[in-house]
Nanobody, 119 residues
């Protein structure tokens, strides 16, 4: 199966920046979309950003204007640059990859990386 490994999470002060990364490996057929979701304690998991093979992007309303997602399709990696971070950005950030295989899309998830923003 496809496995996702994340890195770059940590502690940052409000107003600061952080860059997190995700690398896909394993039996990859074709990853159509890669991106990030996040989940704070007591809240539902929400979209942060997605990017397709062609480079089109989609951002969640809570991070628009503050985050930039990028992808290296050949290396099956995706990065998320986060700026002007706020305490409410504190959450576990999960990498996701959607693979097209056998006529359907299968989603793969990473283990999650903690991002904490202090006030």
């Amino acid at each position: 199966q496809v496995q996702l490994v994340e890195s770059g999470g940590g502690l940052v002060q409000a107003g600061g920046s952080l860059r997190i990364s995700c690398a896909a490996s394993g039996k990859i057929v074709s990853i159509k979309v890669m991106g990030w979701y996040r989940q704070a304690p007591g809240k539902q998991r929400e979209l942060v950003a997605l990017i397709s093979r062609g480079g089109s992007t989609n951002y969640g309303d809570s991070v628009k204007g503050r985050c930039t997602i990028s992808r290296d399709t050949a290396k099956n990696t995706v990065d998320l640059q986060m700026n002007s971070l706020k305490p409410e950005d504190t959450a576990v950030y999960y990498c996701k990859a959607d693979e097209f295989s056998r006529g359907l899309i299968t989603s793969h998830w990473g283990q999650g990386t903690q991002v904490t923003v202090s006030s």
